[in-house]
Nanobody
Framework: QVQLVESGGGLVQAGGSTRLSCAASGGGFDVIAWYRQAPGKQRDVVAVISRGGRTNYPDSVKGRFTISRDNAKNMWYLQMNSLKPEDTAVYYC????????????WGQGTQVTVSS
């Protein structure tokens, strides 16, 4: 069973930076993504990286967030810079394997709170 464990986050001042990490118990993932969910809102994607390293970001974080992955270590990261109070949310990592169907695996989430 694949398990994902996030770390990092916490309380950060507006304009500051932090880095989230996600460690996987397995490997061979095709797509890695970070999502976030603020209270009362839906879970939204904030960064995606393919196996080949192609990345994608929504406009709300483009230029501030950077996703990266270390396939050899089965770890990936989300570097968040120029943080804003509206970035406050629980952040989740997700790993996807395309095989006989689509298999998604989620971490438990880590809180990021940006103070103004």
């Amino acid at each position: 069973q694949v398990q994902l464990v996030e770390s990092g986050g916490g309380l950060v001042q507006a304009g500051g930076s932090t880095r989230l990490s996600c460690a996987a118990s397995g490997g061979g993932f095709d797509v890695i993504a970070w999502y976030r969910q603020a209270p009362g809102k839906q879970r939204d994607v904030v960064a995606v990286i393919s196996r080949g390293g192609r990345t994608n970001y929504p406009d709300s974080v483009k230029g501030r967030f950077t996703i990266s992955r270390d396939n050899a270590k089965n770890m990936w990261y989300l570097q968040m810079n120029s943080l804003k109070p509206e970035d406050t949310a629980v952040y989740y990592c997700k790993a996807t394997i395309y095989g006989a169907g689509i298999h998604d695996y989620w971490g438990q989430g880590t809180q990021v709170t940006v103070s103004s």
